[in-house]
């Protein structure tokens, strides 16, 4: 059964950073591409960014390009999430997730998904 463990989330003043973690287990991920979602009160889960496994190739949403790095390690079959210059508008809840080869930034594309992480920034 495939398990996504996010952790790093927390309270940052606006311009500060966080690494989010996600530790994925289950299945051999090769040809996978994971995911990072947010959501926050009231509105629907949005997409962050995404890199297939293998490649490495990634790809980000508009609000968060140049500011945040996703990252994967193949060794620990974690990825990561690097959040820099953070703004009260990317106050969340953040999930990883996995699409078992879709890439995309649709929420259906991808079948397992962490718990969620909360990351609050200050302003």
């Known amino acids: 059964q495939v398990q996504l463990v996010e952790s790093g989330g927390g309270l940052v003043q606006a311009g500060g950073s966080l690494r989010l973690s996600c530790a994925a287990s289950?299945?051999?991920?090769?040809?996978?591409?994971m995911g990072w979602f947010r959501q926050s009160p009231g509105k629907e889960r949005e997409f962050v960014s995404c890199?297939?496994?293998?490649?490495?190739?990634?790809y980000y949403a508009v609000s968060v390009k140049g500011r945040f790095t996703i990252s994967r390690d193949k060794a620990k079959n974690t990825v990561y999430l690097q959040m820099n210059s953070l703004k009260p508008e990317d106050t969340a809840v953040y999930y990883c997730?996995?699409?078992?080869?879709?890439?995309?930034?649709?929420?259906?594309?991808?079948?397992?998904w962490g718990q969620g992480t909360q990351v609050t920034v200050s302003s």
């Open positions: 997730a996995v699409s078992p080869g879709e890439v995309g930034d649709r929420p259906t594309a991808y079948d397992y």
């Open positions: 289950g299945r051999t991920f090769s040809g996978n591409t």
């Open positions: 890199i297939t496994w293998s490649g490495g190739l990634t």
